[in-house]
T-cell receptor, first 117, second 114 residues
């Protein structure tokens, strides 16, 4: 168990809908990362937050957004869902430091499996 | 931009034999390299990382990896494979500057045959 929790484990929804995925980082970790794992794209970095602020953006669609709250949990919001958004969404956390890059290890949660019908 | 290549889709090995999972990388500057393992319906578990120093890195569950700068490789190894090592293995890289995003390879399915 990495200490990173994600809810829900599974989510089934319809095209055009909006969902929210939730992540609680390991105790003491300030950085949260979101990744998408799909069969065709593999594991792709979406976005990173550090202590409530966005730090880096990857291949994240404009229909997707995220935030990190004062208690450091993070939410990934996916809207206007399409069939191609079906994937496993992972959250990871690391201690983070108040500078851009560190030697931190990212520890991953169990993921949320999203199925769009 | 950084990238990782894991050339084999599946690695089959007999239980008790040595296991090697190959990884080559491309990144500007000295790389930070990681191996993760994913069991069915589970998240990614961290195995080991190379930041600097000794080219041979030891990690969890008896795994080790060798960093080779001239060949831009970071192959994962285990001297004696167990059936329980059957899983999906991912290599990842990021540069020592900029942000902390990891670039992952496509993953290698390892099947250990009893």
């Amino acid at each position: 168990d990495s200490g990173v929790t994600q809810t829900p484990k599974h989510l089934i929804t319809a095209t055009g809908q909006r969902v929210t995925l939730r992540c609680s980082p390991r105790s003491g970790d300030l950085s949260v990362y979101w990744y998408q794992q799909s069969l065709d794209q593999g594991l792709q970095f979406l976005i990173q937050y550090y202590n409530g602020e966005e730090r880096a953006k990857g291949n994240i669609l404009e229909r997707f957004s995220a935030q990190q709250f004062p208690d450091l949990h993070s939410e990934l919001n996916l809207s206007s869902l399409e069939l191609g958004d079906s994937a496993l969404y992972f959250c990871a956390s690391s201690p983070g430091m108040d500078r851009i890059t560190t030697t931190d290890t990212q520890y991953f949660g169990p993921g949320t499996r999203l199925t769009v019908l | 931009a950084q990238s990782v290549a894991q050339p084999e889709d599946q690695v089959n090995v007999a239980e008790g034999n040595p296991l090697t999972v190959k990884c080559t990388y491309s990144v500007s500057g000295n790389p930070y390299l990681f191996w993760y393992v994913q069991y069915p319906n589970r998240g990614l578990q961290f195995l080991l990382k190379y930041i600097t120093g000794d080219n041979l890195v030891k990690g969890s569950y008896g795994f080790e990896a060798e960093f080779n700068k001239s060949q831009t490789s970071f192959h994962l190894k285990k001297p004696s494979a167990l059936v329980s090592d059957s899983a999906l293995y991912f290599c990842a890289v990021r540069p020592p500057y900029g942000n902390n995003r990891l670039a992952f390879g496509k993953g290698n399915q390892v099947v250990v045959i009893p």
